[in-house]
DNA sequence: CCCTTGACTATCT
DNA sequence: GAGATAGCCAAGG
């Protein structure tokens, strides 16, 4: 059924449907692969909604079906939630559990991963 | 309206 | 590489 959230944005730009919005982000977070990561920005990019980094944490958080949303960090590969909070905890152990390398608080990239392409690769696989 | 707050980022030092 | 800074943009007070 269909969500009916109203909200249209106020904004003085880019009107849009935050229902819209938050479709087209789980969507893309729902096919991020297991043991990859993504950032919020490359999310928000994927989606079609650049400049929307901030707004993906916000749509995981109203994700009613379970949602990858661990695999999803950071531009610079930290987790974005405050180290030692509860949710941060959770991730991490997510992550581990696929076999992601954790230093501290920042994601491990594999040594097949390069830094110029981390949207690609973060990803996991062209979008075919 | 104005101001503050984030599950953010790119770019300087 | 760690901080600081300036953009970013929707929500909520």
């Known amino acids: 059924m269909r969500r009916k959230v109203a ?4 904004s003085r730009r880019t009107p849009y449907l935050q229902a819209e919005f938050d479709d087209a ?3 893309v977070v729902s096919r991020i692969r297991p043991g990859r990561v993504m950032s919020y920005g490359a999310v928000a990019r994927a989606a079609g909604y650049p400049r929307h980094a901030r707004m993906v944490g916000r749509s995981l958080g109203r994700a009613p079906t379970p949602l990858p949303w661990h695999r999803v960090v950071r531009s610079d590969l930290t987790l974005a939630f405050a180290p030692g909070s509860e949710r941060y905890a959770e ?3 997510r992550l581990a559990d696929e076999g992601v390398g954790l230093e501290a608080d920042r994601v491990v990239p594999t040594e097949s991963d390069s830094i110029e392409d981390l949207d690609r690769l973060l990803w996991g696989s062209p979008v075919s």
Do not use: F, M
């Open 91 to 93: 991730q991490r152990r």
């Open 7 to 10: 909200a249209v944005s106020r």
């Open 25 to 27: 982000i789980w969507k």
